[in-house]
């Protein structure tokens, strides 16, 4: 198979997410720039793992991807971040305040 240079080549995603960790877990501050990180959550869908992180000096939330060896990865498929968030969004871990920003779900297990 041939890709062109700077041509991003989308993998089909098959089956439903799991969930493989609801553990609340500090990460290393050096693990991305900017830290402090705490894991939120892990999910799987067929070979892939994701990660829902948050930023605590800021209070955000990121969804990631991450390797076989630990490395995180920019999802940049809309469609699979989007129901990647909906699926932690419907598990409880993460919800949506009045302004429609990504927080901490109200059934978190903390």
């Known amino acids: 198979m041939t890709v062109q240079s700077g041509r991003s080549v989308e993998m089909p995603q098959y089956g ?8 609340r877990i500090n990460l290393p501050v050096n ?4 830290g402090p990180w705490v894991h939120m959550a892990t999910a799987t869908r067929s070979l892939s793992e994701y990660v829902a992180v948050l930023h605590e000096p800021t209070g955000k939330i990121y969804l990631e991807q991450i390797t076989a ?9 809309n469609a699979l971040w989007i129901d990647l968030l909906n699926f932690f969004v419907s598990k409880g871990v993460l919800g949506f305040n ?4 990504i927080i901490i779900g109200n059934e978190f297990d903390a």
């Open 31 to 34: 693990l991305f720039g900017g």
């Open 16 to 23: 439903d997410f799991k969930i493989t960790s609801r553990a």
């Open 69 to 77: 060896t630990g490395r995180f990865l920019h999802i940049e498929d």
């Open 98 to 101: 009045k302004d429609q920003d």
